[in-house]
């Protein structure tokens, strides 16, 4: 019967959520309590003005128990945040196989770091957020405090994905570089997979480890990397310096238009790649505006190259986007264990949004957004119909 539907908290959008996590496989890991909160907290991610607090979450997902069964569920609840990460990756994987396989293209994985900025706290603060340290920031060209992460993303050349990342701990002796190296053994496909990074990753390490899985590297190295034209050590900059206009050909990548200079042969740590040495068509050719591009599959045309590197802009979208839409740097929780919680169900969101679009996270959002306000919307309604005090569907929905 409809008696009493409306008020079990059949919020029709929390059934959309519900089918997703259904879908991950996840109901057969966890348990209703534990479905119910993952469901609540997606939900209030997704709401417009969300700002990473426990009120907020509480609040934008109407959820029913008292604020204090959250911030539990973060930081003693014994569920396993690792289950949820492992089967979202297993879906995630399973989709662009399957994306690439239609678009016969390859898979991308890129990977950088990201800084989550909090405050620092003052000497006398009890209780500090724990593993927040100084990180540089390139960007803001300045140290900041915070958490640093570096992250992961899978993409075929249509959809992204962030699919794992790890807390950089300056005091756990393991680099960058060697986390990076840690999320790529995770990484089991069949198919091509060129992996994009900054010129702040290639080292020799990172590299080896990538064509030792079978995948393939191209990523920006810096302009003193030394190159070996002829036999001879020189740095990238230097052979930069003896290129004529007329050594180079015009590339076009999207709306951009380079000149290129090809180089094949050895540099440090490698003994066959190709070095692009890059300008733009509207720039000098001077070192100061000169990009280099490694990449280690030599069948490559530049354009290709340059195609594929320009691929690594999805991860720098997603850190925009997490951050301004779904607060990843939002959080209040203190324990590390409760803040990594919070960064994969930020993920978990932020797949969803991905997933209802079945294709950007922009629009996904928005479509959640509106299915929600209709929710609402159905649910009121609803209980007028049948009568039910006001007073009760005011609590319900947290205006009481």
Same mark, same amino acid.
């Given at each position: ?5 409306? /008020? ?15 879908? /991950? ?376």
């Amino acid at each position: 019967s409809q008696g009493g539907s409306c /008020l079990m908290n059949r919020l029709a959008h929390h059934q959309g959520i519900h089918k997703f996590f259904t879908m /991950l496989g996840l109901t057969l890991y966890f348990s209703k309590p534990v479905m119910k909160h993952l469901v609540h907290i997606v939900d209030a991610m997704i709401t417009k003005g969300f700002s990473g607090t426990l009120t907020d979450l509480h609040h934008g997902s109407f959820h029913p128990n008292h604020r204090t069964t959250l911030s539990h569920f973060f930081t003693k609840s014994p569920w396993e945040e690792e289950t949820l990460l492992r089967k979202l990756q297993q879906w995630i994987l399973r989709r662009v196989e399957r994306i690439a396989k239609q678009e016969n293209q390859p898979l991308f994985v890129s990977i950088d770091d990201t800084i989550c900025q909090k405050t620092k706290p003052s000497s006398r603060a009890t209780h500090a957020i724990q593993g927040c340290d100084w990180h540089y920031s390139h960007s803001e060209k300045k140290s900041i405090w915070g958490h640093s992460l570096v992250w992961f993303m899978v993409h075929t050349a249509t959809q992204a994905f962030p699919f794992a990342f790890r807390l950089y701990d300056k005091t756990a002796g393991k680099s960058k570089g060697e986390l990076a190296i840690e999320m790529l053994s995770s990484l089991d496909v069949r198919r091509p997979v060129y992996v994009l990074m900054d010129s702040w990753y290639p080292s020799k390490v990172l590299v080896e480890a990538c064509l030792k899985k079978g995948f393939h590297v191209i990523a920006m190295l810096k302009t003193n990397r030394i190159l070996y034209p002829n036999g001879v050590a020189v740095q990238a900059k230097q052979l930069a310096r003896s290129i004529e206009p007329n050594d180079t050909h015009l590339v076009t990548v999207g709306e951009e238009h380079y000149r290129v200079y090809r180089y094949e042969g050895a540099l440090n740590g490698l003994d066959h790649a190709v070095v692009l040495l890059a300008w733009k068509a509207n720039q000098p050719m001077t070192s100061e505006h000169l990009h280099c591009v490694l990449s280690t599959d030599r069948e490559l045309s530049d354009e290709e190259i340059l195609r594929y590197y320009a691929q690594r802009w999805s991860i720098e979208c997603f850190f925009r986007q997490a951050k301004d839409q779904l607060k990843l740097d939002g959080y209040r929780v203190r324990q590390v264990r409760a803040v990594k919680r919070y960064w994969i169900l930020v993920q978990l969101a932020y797949v969803y949004s991905l997933f209802e679009s079945n294709s950007d996270f922009s629009d996904g959002l928005d479509l959640l957004r509106k299915r929600k306000g209709h929710s609402l919307v159905e649910f009121i309604y609803c209980a007028a119909k049948q009568n039910i005090p006001i007073d009760t569907v005011k609590k319900q929905l947290h205006v009481a």
